[in-house]
Nanobody, 121 residues
């Protein structure tokens, strides 16, 4: 089992920045790729970003490419999502998820509870 806890969400004005954190516990963190997925009100969950086990490969949705950066610190069992130039359409609950392989789908085995990000216009 891998337990994931997100933090860092909040309310920010359009154009602002937030950094989300995903802290993991349980099995060896470096054995898992991690993704961020978001769900806006009334919409389905969508892929945002993912990072490989070593951190050497990253993947982004077109909608966040150039604005968001995913990174990880395996010594701290933590993955980060730096979000810059936020837009109102980025408003959503953000989830981190883990699996053995990084994927741009929603097929992750382990999920956190989510953290709310609200971007005001």
């Amino acid at each position: 089992q891998v337990q994931l806890v997100e933090s860092g969400g909040g309310l920010v004005q359009a154009g602002g920045s937030l950094r989300l954190s995903c802290a993991a516990s349980g099995r060896t963190f470096s054995n898992y790729a991690v993704g961020w997925v978001r769900q806006a009100p009334g919409k389905e969950r969508e892929f945002v970003a993912a990072i490989s086990r070593s951190g050497g490969r990253t993947y982004y949705a077109d909608s966040v490419k150039g604005r968001f950066t995913i990174s990880r610190d395996n010594a701290k069992n933590t993955v980060y999502l730096q979000m810059n130039t936020l837009k109102p359409e980025d408003t959503a609950v953000y989830y981190c998820a883990a699996d053995v392989i990084a994927t741009m789908s929603l097929r992750y085995e382990y999920w956190g509870q989510g953290t709310q990000v609200t971007v005001s216009s």
